[in-house]
């Protein structure tokens, strides 16, 4: 059992708040299912340059991860500024655009907590259809398009075939009840709808993974299970 200790003397871990508040400024208003790789795609910029914008700062420092954004967040999206080349005339040449490349990862596991290894998969992102086996960790990693929204993930165990569907870019931020929510969700913990409710079966929930994980079931989101959380999700 986990324990917080001050001056000798034991204290519960303290709660972390739900954090469920939009943070940023700018015009862009964040939608369920973005995130910083496609909106940037979108609108014919980098990420770095987004994230880089002095405008963009607070929701930088909110948002570690920029993949997870919340929907409400606020961005400034730079005027697209036009570059310029000198080149000879009558002559070929050759430019290469910048591209950029978001990867999707995901690793299995069954209901024991160990890797599903060595198990064929299809996975379906918008036109692109990827095929293979996971590896020994049960993983599987493949480039996608920045602005890919959803998928479907088709597993082949012997004779079973199980589909799941992707919506990819809807995981909330760490910290926040739907982020923690849909984590234990994609852990095969049922929590109910995800709905940012700290409500008695979301409770029910986090002690059941607290008590999975040896934590202190306290039914919070304190800061050791929101850890915890994201460690064994890996987001």
């Not at 697209?80 to 999707?104: N, W, Y």
């Not at 398009?145 to 075939?161: E, F």
Request: hydrophobic letters at 30%; proline letters at 7%; aromatic letters at 4%.
């Amino acid at each position: 059992m986990a324990e917080n200790t001050t001056n000798g003397r034991d204290q519960k871990p303290e709660a972390s708040p739900s954090r469920e508040i939009p943070v940023g400024a700018g015009d862009y208003v964040v939608k369920p299912g973005d995130c910083i790789a496609s909106i940037a795609y979108e609108h014919g910029h980098s990420r770095e340059t987004i994230l880089n914008h002095p405008a963009n700062q607070e929701l930088k420092r909110a948002r570690e991860n920029y993949h997870i954004l919340l929907p409400g967040d606020r961005l400034t999206i730079p005027p697209i500024c036009p570059k310029e080349v000198s080149a000879a005339t009558d002559m070929r040449h050759r430019f290469q655009l910048k591209g950029t490349t978001e990867f999707f990862q995901i690793r299995l596991l069954d209901l024991a907590g160990e890797p599903r290894s060595n198990l064929r998969y299809v996975l379906v992102i918008g036109p692109k259809t990827f095929s293979g086996t996971t590896d020994e960790q049960g993983e599987l990693k493949h480039a996608i398009p920045p602005n890919a929204k959803q998928g479907r993930l088709i597993l082949y165990d012997g004779s079973d075939t199980e589909e799941i569907e992707l919506r990819l870019g809807d995981l909330n931020p760490q910290g926040t009840t739907s982020g923690a929510q849909a984590r234990l969700t994609n852990l095969g913990i049922d929590c109910g709808p995800i709905d940012g409710i700290l409500g008695p079966k979301t409770r029910k929930a986090i002690k059941r993974f607290q008590k999975l994980r040896s934590l202190e079931q306290t039914g919070e989101l304190d800061d050791v299970t929101l850890k915890e959380l994201e460690t064994r999700h890996g987001s």
